[in-house]
């Protein structure tokens, strides 16, 4: 008999935390979710508009539909000399930039959770928003100009770095210890 109720015990005391770090995960998987289909989407309006300025730079940066007076002028900063980096349209870079993060964001590679994808995104994210910073920084004090169209690309980062950084940090291989110990 008494092995009986030792066996119920041991029973009891496992089950208890399998059934707290499974609600932990059903947790950390929501939030996965809801941040992947955000990062996703923002990357793919990435895309969107990095596709547009790519176009305009490489026809007419008249196209871009921009007032061209006062310091709102598209024309002024995609043809200045920082809208280039190495001879490479600064438009153009935005487009690569954001078809791999649309690949590294993508659903079915966001729910592989590997860690060095996890960490690819994040160097990829942290390279990204300083360089919108350094762009930003070069339309306020060096061309003297703002490009909306520019703007908007850097909302999208700015809000695609926010979100990013609501990723589960389990995706990063980082324990995140629920205990009050």
Wanted: aromatic letters at 6%.
């Amino acid at each position: 008999m008494s092995g009986s109720m030792s066996d119920d015990t041991t029973t009891a005391t496992l089950s208890a935390p399998v059934r707290e770090a499974d609600a932990a995960g059903v947790r950390a998987s929501r939030e996965g979710r809801w941040v992947g289909g955000s990062a996703f989407a923002l990357s793919l309006i990435g895309v969107g508009l990095s596709t547009y300025m790519t176009i305009a730079h490489f026809t007419e940066a008249t196209i871009l539909a921009c007032s061209g007076s006062g310091e709102l002028s598209c024309t002024a900063v995609t043809t200045s000399a920082q809208s280039r980096v190495l001879g490479v349209p600064v438009a153009l870079l935005g487009l690569g930039y954001f078809v791999v993060m649309s690949v590294l964001l993508s659903p079915p590679v966001w729910r592989r959770g590997a860690r060095w994808l996890a960490l690819s995104r994040t160097a990829l994210a942290g390279a990204g928003i300083a360089f919108v910073f350094w762009l930003i920084a070069a339309e306020l004090l060096i061309i003297g100009h703002v490009c909306l169209w520019c703007t908007g690309v850097h909302v999208v980062m700015i809000a695609l770095v926010l979100v990013l950084t609501r990723a589960p940090l389990a995706q990063l291989g980082l324990r995140v210890d629920d205990s009050d110990d």
